[in-house]
């Protein structure tokens, strides 16, 4: 879980609080308050990942508080340093857009999960989701040209 929660993470630097540790502690109190039932260790990492998506949702709409200051920019005083509202931004772009996705294809909102927030290789999503690599590989393909388009704020065809 720490290996995921570290590669989420790095999207978010710099400026942020959250670190890898209180990541995974929030997903591990997640999961504990509201116990499921896994089959295996594939899974287990697969609801992780659906926890760890939650939580940086929910992280990114804190920033984005207008009782937080979510409408004041930060200033930064190093070069090329990218403020965590922009991240922040995109972070709630990608939720709203796999809300939207979620409406069409629950299945491709899985794959995503599983690949983009829970780090798994095609073999593992297959063995999570119940389907074989290649669907895997192909709902993947479907899912990031959807959300590509969504992003880009193409209207869908």
């Known amino acids: 879980m720490r290996r995921?929660?570290?590669?989420?993470?790095?999207?978010?630097?710099?400026?942020q609080t959250l670190t890898t540790t209180s990541l995974v502690h929030?997903?591990?109190?997640k999961l504990v308050r509201n116990p499921v039932d896994t089959a295996d260790r594939s899974?287990?990492?697969?609801?992780?990942?659906?926890?760890?998506?939650?939580?940086?949702?929910?992280?990114?709409?804190?920033?984005?508080?207008?009782?937080?200051?979510?409408?004041?920019?930060?200033?930064?005083?190093?070069?090329?340093a990218?403020?965590?509202e922009s991240v922040a931004e995109e972070m709630?772009?990608?939720d709203r857009a796999l809300t939207r996705l979620e409406s069409l294809d629950e299945r491709l909102v899985r794959v995503v999960e599983c690949r983009?927030?829970?780090g798994m290789t095609d073999e593992e999503a297959a063995d999570v989701l119940g389907v074989t690599a290649?669907?895997?590989r192909r709902d993947w393909q479907k899912a990031r040209a959807f959300l590509y388009r969504e992003l880009q704020g193409a209207e869908p065809a």
């Open 4 to 15: 995921v929660a570290r590669r989420q993470l790095r999207r978010l630097r710099p400026g």
């Open 26 to 29: 929030e997903a591990f109190v």
């Open 43 to 80: 899974h287990f990492l697969a609801l992780a990942a659906r926890a760890m998506r939650q939580i940086l949702v929910d992280y990114a709409r804190q920033r984005h508080s207008l009782k937080r200051g979510g409408d004041q920019r930060p200033l930064t005083l190093e070069d090329g």
């Open 82 to 84: 990218i403020p965590i």
């Open 92 to 94: 709630l772009a990608i």
């Open 116 to 118: 983009f927030f829970g």
């Open 134 to 136: 290649r669907t895997v």
